[in-house]
């Protein structure tokens, strides 16, 4: 069966540090990945896309990308209490063009002050 | 615009009735998506359309749901009849649908469907 897996937390980390999220998923195939984040009671809001293997960086945000292994993750640099949310990652498992995606069930990340 | 929007925000039923959620993609995209959340099953793809044509609908439950685009500005969801255990947060996305970014998908405010 085709997955996305993700540790459900809470994941607590101290205000400043950095706080890193992971997610394995099972289909090699895999060509589009990406991490969201909700906000309780919101939509999930797209804050990094990766394709390729290796890091990409956007502020705040890096993400990693090892298709080798099958998992991608995303830190956080410099955590703030307004990230506190919990983090989706996403996949497009069938590795075809612009299809649906598979979700994480989502870490809950807390950012304690 | 460059949002989704979706309507209702919010809507109460009963059992059995027909349930009807509206969608706005944002103005361009040709990908529009149709997921549901749960505490349980987290958030599932239902239904996509690209260009209009729907391409995938394997999440539904046949019998009950349907999805339609009548145009490039309207995508529809309708549950009838509505049962209990469809009670969940219905969310709209869009997308360009082109390389490289072609997977990106922007998503709704959602409508938040409680089935008594």
């Known amino acids: 069966q085709k997955e996305v897996e993700q540790n459900s937390g809470p994941l607590s980390v101290p205000e400043g540090a950095i706080a890193s999220l992971n997610c394995t998923y099972s289909d090699r195939v895999s060509q589009s990945f990406f991490w969201y984040r909700q906000y309780s009671g919101k939509s999930p809001e797209l804050i990094m896309s990766?394709?390729?293997?290796g890091d990409k960086e956007d502020g705040r945000f890096t993400a990693q990308l090892n298709k080798a292994s099958q998992y991608v993750s995303l830190l956080i640099r410099d955590s703030q209490p307004s990230d506190s949310a919990t983090y989706l990652c996403a996949v497009n498992l069938s590795g075809g063009g612009a299809d649906g995606l598979t979700f994480g069930k989502g870490t809950h990340l807390i950012i304690q002050p | 615009d460059a949002r989704v929007t979706q309507t209702p925000r919010h809507k109460v039923t009963e059992m059995g009735q027909e349930v009807t959620m509206r969608c706005q993609p944002i103005l361009g995209h040709n990908t529009v998506f149709w997921y549901r959340q749960t505490m349980m099953q987290g958030l599932e793809l239902l239904a996509y359309?690209?260009?209009?044509?729907?391409?995938?609908d394997s999440g539904m439950p046949k019998d009950r749901f349907s999805a339609e685009m009548p145009d490039a500005t309207l995508a529809t969801l309708k549950i009838q009849p509505s049962e209990p255990r469809d009670s969940a947060v219905y969310f709209c996305?869009?997308?360009?649908?082109?390389?490289?970014?072609?997977?990106?998908?922007?998503f709704g405010p959602g409508t938040r469907l409680t089935v008594l």
């Open positions: 359309f690209r260009n209009r044509a729907p391409l995938d």
């Open positions: 990766i394709y390729s293997n």
């Open positions: 996305a869009s997308g360009l649908g082109t390389i490289p970014t072609y997977n990106e998908q922007f």
